[in-house]
């Protein structure tokens, strides 16, 4: 199983940016298809954003189209989450995970397809 230690996270103010990183150790990131998801206080775990193997498929949940970007650097065994234009409503803590996948351009957006998590880190944004 792959490794994941995710860090970025911080205290920011509504309309500030922040950038993720999910770092993997034990395996090679590149046979992964990564997902972020986040988990605001009382409410459940949503899906944010998924990328393919290859990074050359995303997609993105409506909340955060056109503010958020998913990135990979496989060389680096590192998969990021760059967030601009924050908004109170993003705060929660955000987890990164990965599932083996064969196809290059493949994603999963169900926590349940994953099968390797980060602990996560934690993003709070005041408005």
Same mark, same amino acid.
């Given at each position: &199983?792959? &490794?994941? =230690?995710?860090?970025?996270?911080?205290?920011?103010? *509504?309309?500030?940016?922040?950038?993720?990183?999910? =770092?993997?150790?034990?395996?090679?990131?590149? %046979?992964?298809? =990564?997902?972020?998801?986040? &988990?605001?206080?009382?409410?459940?775990?949503?899906?944010?954003? *998924?990328?393919?193997?290859?990074?050359?498929?995303?997609?993105?949940?409506?909340?955060?189209?056109?503010?958020?970007?998913?990135?990979?650097?496989?060389?680096?065994?590192?998969?990021?989450?760059?967030?601009?234009?924050?908004?109170?409503?993003? %705060?929660?803590?955000?987890?990164? *995970?990965?599932?083996?996948?064969?196809? %290059?351009?493949?994603?999963?957006?169900? *926590?349940?397809?994953?099968?390797?998590?980060?602990?996560?880190?934690?993003?709070?944004?005041?408005?």
């Amino acid at each position: &199983q792959v &490794q994941l =230690v995710e860090s970025g996270g911080g205290l920011v103010q *509504a309309g500030d940016s922040l950038r993720l990183s999910c =770092v993997a150790s034990g395996r090679t990131l590149s %046979t992964y298809a =990564v997902g972020w998801f986040r &988990q605001a206080p009382g409410k459940e775990r949503e899906f944010v954003t *998924a990328i393919s193997r290859s990074g050359r498929s995303t997609y993105y949940a409506d909340s955060v189209v056109g503010r958020f970007t998913i990135s990979r650097d496989n060389p680096k065994n590192t998969v990021y989450l760059q967030m601009n234009r924050l908004k109170p409503e993003d %705060t929660a803590d955000y987890y990164c *995970a990965a599932s083996a996948v064969s196809s %290059t351009t493949s994603y999963f957006v169900k *926590a349940d397809d994953y099968y390797s998590w980060g602990q996560g880190t934690q993003v709070t944004v005041s408005s």
